[in-house]
């Protein structure tokens, strides 16, 4: 199999590089790419009026329609798109995710894997690679956490791992914060076991693609 993975950001890139080859053999082939943030669905999916930004959802009708062109009769290529579900009702997300994959003709074989509430719930869901790329993360915030919560995720994996916590890092601008996400992936990333994390969202995008292959 090969799947084409759309991420919103470089983090989910940084983590998805190391998580994909845990999950699936090293015969199947991906390619991840990230972009400048998640965004919105267009209205009019025909004629989408900011196409041309580099935002995941923004861009969502055009790449869909581009992959069914490429893919519609190849089986053994699969578009995953990871997106955060941020503060979004999930049924209704869902929903506005299938109305885009069905504006498609013909649609490309897509699978929507929604990080409940940001894809830092995918670290937290397991803790002791946490604990293993972090030794001083604080354990009375970790375990706190409930996993899937929404409960401001990354904010709370930046007060058990960051210097001066969430309220610190809030306070410095967009690029470095998601710099340091980014830097938490990739130290974290190596360290989890795709078969014992805790997150029911990161359970349910290992499962899809397993199912694939």
């Known amino acids: 199999m090969h799947f084409e ?3 919103e950001d470089l983090s989910g890139k940084k983590a998805l590089d190391i998580l994909i080859q845990k999950i699936v053999s090293a015969h199947h082939t991906f390619n991840i790419h990230p972009y400048r943030g998640i965004g919105h669905i267009p209205k ?3 004629n989408p009026t900011n196409a041309n930004t580099n935002l995941l959802l923004d861009q969502l009708p055009m790449q869909l329609r581009a992959y069914g ?3 519609a009769n190849d089986p053994t290529k699969v578009v995953i798109v990871v997106c955060d579900l941020d503060n979004n009702c999930l049924k209704t997300f869902r929903q506005e995710l ?3 994959l069905n504006s498609c003709n013909p649609k490309p074989e897509t699978r929507f894997c ?3 509430e940001e894809g830092e719930a995918w670290l937290l869901g397991d ?3 946490i604990k293993v790329a972090y030794p001083k993360a604080k354990d009375n915030v970790l375990k706190r956490y409930q996993n899937d919560s929404i409960c401001g995720t990354w904010e709370l994996l930046a007060d ?3 210097t001066g916590g969430s309220n610190a890092l809030g306070k410095k601008p967009w690029y470095v914060i998601g710099k340091e996400k980014s830097a938490w992936a990739q130290k974290i990333t190596p360290h989890m076991n795709v078969d014992k994390n805790a997150s029911p969202s990161f359970c349910y ?3 899809k693609i397993r199912e694939m292959i």
């Open 5 to 7: 993975i759309l991420v």
């Open 44 to 46: 009019n999916l025909n």
């Open 69 to 71: 062109k490429s893919y």
């Open 98 to 100: 299938f109305r885009v």
């Open 114 to 116: 929604i990080a409940i």
């Open 127 to 129: 803790i002791p690679a």
């Open 160 to 162: 058990a791992i960051f």
């Open 205 to 207: 995008f290992r499962d």
